[in-house]
C-alpha cells in the first residue's frame, strides 16, 4: 500500500496581535513498508534510560509525548557520545525520523511517562 502514515502539523503564533503560520503544507502522507509497530507508555527515572523504540524495526518515525507533570530530557547515545537534544514539558511532543543510535529519557524528577509510538518507513 501507499501513503499509510499521515501526520498533520500545523503551528500558529499570535505574539502582540500578530500572527504566523509554520510550513506551507500542513501534512505529509509517508509510504509504510510492514505493518510492525509498537505503540505503549514507558516509565522513566532521573537517570537517562533507554526507551524502548526497537520494537518496530530501525528505520521510520518515532513520536513521543510526555504524559507526566514533571520535565523530561531526550537525548541519543551513538555508542560514544551521549546529547541531549530536547526537553519535553507536560504534554508536550516529539516527532523525528530514527538513526542508528540509543534513544534515552529522564524525568526532572522522580518518574515520567511518556507515550512512544514508533512506526516504521
Same mark, same amino acid.
Given at each position: 500500500?501507499?501513503?499509510?502514515?499521515? %501526520?498533520?502539523?500545523?503551528?500558529?503564533?499570535?505574539?502582540? &496581535?500578530?500572527?504566523?503560520?509554520? &510550513?506551507?503544507?500542513?501534512?505529509?502522507?509517508?509510504?509504510?513498508?510492514?505493518?510492525?509497530?509498537?505503540?505503549?507508555?514507558?516509565?522513566?527515572?532521573?537517570?537517562? %534510560?533507554?526507551? &524502548?523504540?526497537?520494537?518496530?524495526?530501525?528505520?521510520?518515525?518515532?513520536?513521543?509525548?510526555?504524559?507526566?507533570?514533571?520535565?523530561?530530557?531526550?537525548?541519543?547515545?551513538? &555508542?560514544?557520545? %551521549?546529547?541531549?537534544?530536547?526537553?519535553?514539558?507536560?504534554?508536550?511532543?516529539?516527532?523525528?525520523?530514527?538513526?542508528?543510535?540509543?534513544?534515552?529519557?529522564?524525568?526532572?524528577?522522580?518518574?515520567?511517562?511518556?507515550?512512544?509510538?514508533?512506526?516504521?518507513?
Amino acid at each position: 500500500m501507499a501513503a499509510e502514515l499521515k %501526520e498533520t502539523l500545523n503551528v500558529t503564533f499570535t505574539p502582540t &496581535g500578530l500572527s504566523t503560520s509554520f &510550513g506551507s503544507a500542513s501534512s505529509v502522507s509517508i509510504d509504510v513498508s510492514g505493518t510492525a509497530y509498537s505503540h505503549k507508555v514507558q516509565t522513566v527515572g532521573t537517570t537517562a %534510560e533507554a526507551i &524502548g523504540v526497537d520494537d518496530a524495526g530501525t528505520t521510520g518515525t518515532i513520536y513521543i509525548k510526555n504524559l507526566s507533570a514533571v520535565t523530561v530530557t531526550l537525548s541519543v547515545n551513538d &555508542g560514544t557520545n %551521549e546529547i541531549s537534544f530536547a526537553i519535553l514539558a507536560t504534554g508536550r511532543r516529539a516527532a523525528f525520523p530514527r538513526a542508528n543510535v540509543t534513544y534515552k529519557a529522564a524525568a526532572a524528577s522522580s518518574t515520567a511517562n511518556l507515550e512512544i509510538l514508533v512506526v516504521p518507513a
